[in-house]
């Protein structure tokens, strides 16, 4: 008879599966994807239910799947427990990415509040630059003049200098006061090439400035001068001749400048006119070597006047407002750079010894004139005088020997020897001198 009774083996082994799950479940649990360890227990377990399937449908027609039934519910319950390890896993990686993205956005946040910006922009692309000269200052000075200027400016600040243009102005920037500042800043001024003195005169004369170099302080005397009382021009140049008197350099160019717009009103010297007196005091100054400018402007100084006081009729302007004489500085300046100094009369030649008889006339050591313009230096150890233009040019051509600004070389040997040659201007109450007869 086939024993139907259920056998110790068949329910120890049925249930042996789902003892080891249990031990299996009391180990530490690894998080992360099932490893090859939790496949190999599932694989086993499925195993173990289909044997159990396949003995107990051999010893019944019913078979029983309690054993089956017990494993499908661990594997299940396996399965539920992984899922969840792995979604917990997940949903912290999760967590953490979206917590660092908020950080950053955070941060980017700070930066965009600190820059005051809603979004920041790129840099913009960098310009292309040239590289050019520096461009040449308004107004600059003029290179300096061949020899050194020793300049006064004899300046009207009488009480007609307060009316309005065109009859006479002081203040604004058209007035006598701009008039002279822009005047200084023409020349190059230094110790060996130009400074300027300022006087100013009304009822009596004053001097602004002593002999000075610094612009600075030139402007700021002329900045001084108040328009006020009568006009004495005779008192300006008095001023100005004991300026050169006091202080005036050897072998500079002596330049005064008279700016008016009226003629002498007071001071009139004894047994002398007003204008007689003015003549007179810039006479004395032209005697000392000084060549004098004598510009007018308005309705009240006359040209006539003007021509008397200066050196000659080419340094006289008559102008009907003080603007117009403005134009002409550059002029000047020219004019100014292109003189030379006064040289000193040449000595007395020595009178000869008496011979007994003449003797026969000597032949001429002098060269033969120049084919050009220029003078050329003569052989006798006293060159005779010679009109002041004549005596112009032979200097003005020496000076082109010593080269040109700013190497110019005023004490070039060739200079020197040169200006050695040029005749010495005449004196004009010194009638010329006659020879000595035997």
């Known amino acids: 008879m086939l024993d139907r009774t259920p056998k110790a083996h068949s329910f120890e082994h049925d249930h042996e599966p789902l003892a080891l799950h249990q031990q299996k479940a009391a180990l530490p649990k690894t998080k992360g994807a099932p490893t090859n360890g939790t496949l190999l227990l599932l694989k086993s377990l499925a195993a173990f239910c289909m044997l159990g399937n396949v003995t107990a449908q051999g010893a019944s027609a019913t078979p029983t799947c309690g054993c089956s039934e017990g494993i499908s519910e661990a594997i299940s319950a396996l399965r539920v427990e992984l899922g969840m390890e792995l979604r917990v896993e997940f949903q912290a990686k999760y967590d953490a990415h979206q917590a660092l993205i908020d950080s950053i956005a955070h941060e980017v946040q700070d930066v965009r509040e600190c820059s005051a910006c809603v979004s920041p922009s790129p840099p913009p692309p960098k310009p292309l630059t040239l590289t050019l000269p520096p ?4 107004n600059a000075p003029k290179p300096p003049c061949a020899t050194p200027i020793d300049f006064v400016l004899v300046l009207d600040e009488s009480g007609s200098m307060k009316k309005p243009l065109p009859e006479g102005s002081m203040e604004g920037p058209g007035g006598l006061k701009a008039f002279a500042k822009q005047l200084v800043n023409q020349y190059f001024l230094g110790v060996d090439t130009a400074r300027f003195s300022v006087v100013s005169f009304a009822a009596n004369a004053t001097i602004r400035v002593p002999w000075s170099y610094n612009a600075a302080d030139i402007n700021a005397g002329i900045d001084g001068m108040s328009a006020d009382g009568k006009t004495s021009i005779s008192d300006g140049f008095e001023a100005a001749q004991q300026l050169f008197a006091d202080d005036g350099r050897v072998g500079a160019t002596k330049v005064v400048l008279l700016v008016s717009d009226g003629e002498q009103t007071v001071d009139a ?13 810039a006479a004395l100054v032209k005697g000392d070597g000084a060549t004098v400018f ?18 000659d009729s080419s340094k006289v302007i008559l102008a009907q407002e003080l603007a117009e004489l403005t134009g002409t500085l550059v002029q000047l300046e020219a004019a100014i750079c ?20 003449p003797g026969p006339p000597q032949p001429s050591l002098s060269p033969p004139p120049p084919s050009d313009s ?3 230096p003569t052989t006798t150890s006293e060159p005779p005088c010679a009109d002041p233009e004549t005596v112009w040019i032979c200097h003005s051509n020496c000076h082109d020997l010593g080269g040109h600004w700013p190497n110019f070389n005023l004490n070039h040997p ?16 010194m009638p010329p001198t006659s020879p000595v007869t035997a």
């Open 269 to 281: 010297a004894p047994g002398k006119t007003l204008l007689e007196t003015a003549v007179d005091a």
């Open 135 to 138: 461009p040449k200052p308004p």
């Open 294 to 311: 004598a510009w007018g402007f308005g309705d009240k100084v006359s040209s006539a006047t003007l021509e008397q006081i200066a050196t």
């Open 414 to 429: 060739a200079v020197l020897e040169c200006k050695l040659g040029c005749k010495s201007v005449c004196l004009p109450p």
């Open 374 to 376: 220029r003078v050329r």
């Open 338 to 357: 292109n003189e030379s100094p006064a040289l000193p009369p040449p000595p007395l030649a020595p009178s000869p010894s008496p011979s007994p008889s």
